[in-house]
């Protein structure tokens, strides 16, 4: 077990390039001088946390010490110095795993299936062990490596809590807004159950590329989320199996209370007999739908879907077309006739030639 020790950490581990940065911390790989083994390093500076900083730290620590299993981000060690807490972990290498799926040559509801259920085996884990993670999204879903059929990995436990049995409370609000259940946003005692939610989103994404819940106005996309407010809308969803559809309105049923579990999910036919039940069929557009949603999140710019999709012209996307192209229409009017001013001022004072800018301008737009 991974135990807080008072070494010195760079007398037991030669640190190397920038993996990733937060607020209080960077990640660097690190390598374990006695073994030669590579980790990855999240490196906190603790002179910059508050009390209650420091709490979450140490929850982190004890958490992620008590989660051993093939599909969580391991830690490994976990050492305490003068303003500097490092935890040690797993290094992962293959990247996000919806990245990897664009990528890939064939996807399909099979693969889909296999992904979910890693998933569900990782938070089955967490719950077995009084653990919510809470922040289940796409970029906490990593690949061991990059390697064809490397594990999914659960990364990321800064939010995650511990809960006594099947405890219900009120732990503060924590998440990311379209992952969500509605017990948190209505602030409701909540538990376990709102990780089986952020699954039914994951799992919903994972076969059409696009998110079941969404808006521009985040009170709206709460109004949703609250009201469960999704569809499968054709054509996408006509390919999809009966039991996809089952499993996820199971995992988005709004009373907690009769939400699946991890455990109950893990046997559901789409799961445990995905070999004659999950269609093998390719799904080139859930592909494409996916690469414009990946290209979002990296962005952190939200593109307006239609009533469930970011990627299919609406009345909404159009209006909003129109207006930009009547601003720009209007904005490209008024500096053609501030340059034609100048033309004309140009000529008057006996310059040489303009060139025909105006003329350009107006055929090219």
Same mark, same amino acid.
């Given at each position: 077990?991974?135990?807080?020790?008072?070494?010195?950490?760079?007398?037991?581990?030669?640190?190397?390039?920038?993996?990733?940065?937060?607020?209080? =911390?960077?990640?660097?790989?690190?390598?374990?001088?006695?073994?030669?083994?590579?980790?990855?390093?999240?490196?906190?500076?603790?002179?910059?946390? =508050?009390?209650?900083?420091?709490?979450?730290?140490?929850?982190?620590?004890?958490?992620?010490?008590?989660?051993?299993?093939?599909?969580?981000?391991?830690?490994?060690?976990?050492?305490?110095?003068?303003?500097?807490?490092?935890?040690?972990?797993?290094?992962?290498?293959?990247?996000?795993?919806?990245?990897?799926?664009?990528?890939?040559?064939?996807?399909?509801?099979?693969?889909?299936?296999?992904?979910?259920?890693?998933?569900?085996?990782?938070?089955?884990?967490?719950?077995?062990?009084?653990?919510?993670?809470?922040?289940?999204?796409?970029?906490?879903?990593?690949?061991?490596?990059?390697?064809?059929?490397?594990?999914?990995?659960?990364?990321?436990?800064?939010?995650?809590?511990?809960?006594?049995?099947?405890?219900?409370?009120?732990?503060?609000?924590?998440?990311?807004?379209?992952?969500?259940?509605?017990?948190?946003?209505?602030?409701?005692?909540?538990?376990?159950?709102?990780?089986?939610?952020?699954?039914?989103?994951?799992?919903?994404?994972?076969?059409?590329?696009?998110?079941?819940?969404?808006?521009?106005?985040?009170?709206?996309?709460?109004?949703?989320?609250?009201?469960?407010?999704?569809?499968?809308?054709?054509?996408?969803?006509?390919?999809?199996?009966?039991?996809?559809?089952?499993?996820?309105?199971?995992?988005?049923?709004?009373?907690?209370?009769?939400?699946?579990?991890?455990?109950?999910?893990?046997?559901?036919?789409?799961?445990?007999?995905?070999?004659?039940?999950? =269609?093998?069929?390719?799904?080139?557009?859930?592909?494409?739908?996916?690469?414009?949603?990946?290209?979002?999140?990296?962005?952190?710019?939200?593109?307006?879907?239609?009533? =469930?999709?970011?990627?299919?012209?609406?009345?909404?996307?159009?209006?909003?077309?129109?207006?930009?192209?009547?601003?720009?229409?209007?904005?490209?009017?008024?500096?053609?006739?501030?340059?034609?001013?100048?033309?004309?001022?140009?000529?008057?004072?006996?310059?040489?030639?303009?060139?025909?800018?105006?003329?350009?301008?107006?055929?090219?737009?």
């Amino acid at each position: 077990m991974a135990t807080t020790t008072c070494t010195r950490f760079t007398d037991e581990y030669q640190l190397f390039e920038e993996l990733g940065k937060g607020a209080f =911390s960077v990640v660097r790989r690190c390598m374990k001088i006695s073994t030669g083994q590579e980790y990855a390093a999240k490196i906190i500076n603790t002179k910059k946390l =508050s009390a209650r900083d420091h709490q979450k730290l140490e929850r982190e620590a004890r958490i992620c010490r008590l989660l051993k299993h093939a599909n969580i981000v391991r830690l490994h060690d976990s050492i305490s110095e003068e303003g500097f807490h490092y935890l040690v972990f797993d290094l992962v290498t293959g990247g996000e795993l919806f990245e990897d799926i664009v990528a890939r040559e064939y996807y399909s509801e099979a693969d889909a299936s296999h992904c979910i259920q890693q998933i569900l085996e990782s938070v089955n884990h967490c719950h077995l062990n009084g653990i919510v993670h809470r922040d289940l999204k796409p970029e906490n879903l990593l690949l061991a490596s990059k390697l064809k059929g490397a594990a999914v990995k659960l990364a990321d436990f800064g939010l995650a809590i511990e809960v006594q049995g099947d405890q219900q409370a009120w732990f503060g609000f924590a998440g990311t807004p379209g992952y969500l259940s509605p017990e948190v946003l209505r602030k409701e005692p909540y538990g376990k159950p709102v990780d089986m939610w952020a699954c039914g989103v994951i799992l919903y994404i994972l076969l059409v590329g696009y998110p079941p819940f969404w808006d521009e106005d985040q009170h709206r996309l709460y109004q949703q989320i609250k009201a469960g407010a999704y569809d499968f809308p054709s054509p996408e969803w006509d390919t999809v199996t009966p039991e996809a559809k089952d499993l996820i309105n199971k995992m988005l049923t709004i009373n907690p209370a009769k939400r699946i579990t991890a455990a109950e999910a893990l046997k559901h036919p789409w799961i445990c007999q995905r070999s004659t039940v999950a =269609s093998m069929m390719h799904r080139q557009e859930t592909v494409e739908c996916l690469k414009k949603f990946n290209a979002r999140r990296k962005l952190k710019v939200n593109t307006p879907p239609h009533t =469930s999709t970011p990627y299919k012209q609406t009345h909404h996307t159009q209006m909003i077309d129109t207006k930009w192209q009547a601003l720009r229409s209007v904005a490209l009017y008024i500096i053609c006739k501030y340059i034609y001013t100048f033309q004309c001022l140009y000529y008057a004072s006996g310059g040489n030639n303009y060139p025909g800018m105006v003329s350009n301008l107006t055929k090219a737009h």
